[in-house]
């Protein structure tokens, strides 16, 4: 079956432009994050979405980031007036509710110069 | 806080040897789990413990779920150059929390 798609891989912008990383989780799964993995680093939580509930954006690191989830199931990760500290692996993870074990994607690589 | 420790940060090792590295807490968890990430790939799910004291075994991979619901640890035995990459342990805590992650253990193997 299909696992957790990410597009694009791999995304280069110069600094302040505004950038938009998708996300298309497992069919059927409730729950859907985001999370920053920097350059040999581990995971920073960003986001996550659980059915209809409000998300909880507790990891979110500043005002420039924000992330919608659509229909309950594909997702958009919007980086506005990207810095340069804002280069990093995107990743997306996916499962059938909060407490069940978590299927990622391949990550977006973004790089902005 | 609710940080997981993972240890080590890093490590090189022969093939052939055996790896053992762990996670520890202050607080209690009620699920651990851990995942693998090769490199340009997302982490994939390896092991999953629900139970304290569980020892679940995938392969040339154990795990354990200990005792006091704080810590777990992960074996690899036997290593290939294929086991090369990073490990990261993660765990539910009790309540409506989402998953914590440890910061990863750096496995290198050494043909």
């Known amino acids: 079956g299909a696992g957790v798609s990410q597009s694009p891989s791999n995304k280069v912008t110069e600094k302040g432009k505004d950038v938009e990383l998708r996300c298309d989780p497992i069919s059927g799964h409730t729950a859907l994050y985001w999370y920053r993995q920097s350059l040999g680093q581990g995971l920073e939580f960003l986001i996550y979405f659980q059915g209809n509930s409000a998300p909880d954006k507790s990891g979110l690191p500043s005002d420039r980031f924000s992330a919608e989830r659509t229909g309950g199931s594909v997702s958009t990760l919007t980086i506005q007036r990207t810095q340069q500290e804002d280069s990093a692996v995107y990743l997306c993870?996916?499962?059938?509710?909060?407490?069940?074990?978590?299927?990622f994607g391949p990550g977006t690589r973004l790089t902005v110069l | 806080g609710q940080q997981l420790n993972q240890s080590p940060q890093s490590m090189f090792i022969q093939e052939g040897e055996d790896v053992s590295m762990n996670c520890t807490s202050s607080?209690?968890?009620?699920?651990w789990l851990w995942y693998k990430q090769e490199p340009g790939e997302g982490p994939v799910l390896l092991i999953a413990?629900?139970?304290?004291?569980e020892l679940t075994s995938n392969g040339r991979l154990t795990a354990q779920f200990g005792i006091t619901r704080k810590d777990s640890f992960l074996n690899i035995s036997a290593s290939i150059p294929s086991d090369v990459g990073i490990y990261f342990c993660a765990g539910f805590l009790s309540g409506n929390t989402p998953l914590v992650f440890g910061k990863g253990t750096r496995l290198s193997v050494i043909a």
């Open positions: 607080s209690i968890f009620n699920t």
């Open positions: 413990l629900y139970k304290a004291g």
């Open positions: 993870a996916s499962s059938q509710g909060t407490y069940n074990e978590q299927f």
